[in-house]
């Protein structure tokens, strides 16, 4: 039905814009359809790539510094009321 109102089939590509190129959101997603059985994966993906785009490398760095400095264990179980480093 979706495919139909495309005139296309649906696979795990962006859509290209004005900033960006269409690209993969998995590995050779340029052949993989999207299915009933696939379809939030394929929005999961999509949204990260929208939200994240470029700047993944730059966000996994700042992730990695921010866990050396507070440790993942620390926040589970840390009192929110009381933030205190």
């Known amino acids: 039905e979706l495919e139909a109102a495309l005139g296309e089939d649906l696979t795990f590509m962006s859509a290209a814009t004005e900033l960006r190129e269409s690209q993969e959101l998995l590995q050779d997603g340029a052949t993989m359809r999207v299915t009933e059985d696939n379809k939030k994966e394929y929005i999961k993906l999509l949204c990260e790539y929208h939200l994240c785009g470029d700047m993944r490398q730059q966000i996994n760095v700042f992730l990695k510094g921010f866990w050396d400095i ?3 264990q620390a926040l589970e ?5 009381h933030r205190e480093l």
Do not use: G
């Not at 179980?77 to 009321?81: E, H, N, P």
């Open 77 to 81: 179980s840390a009192d929110l009321t």
């Open 70 to 72: 507070y440790p993942p």
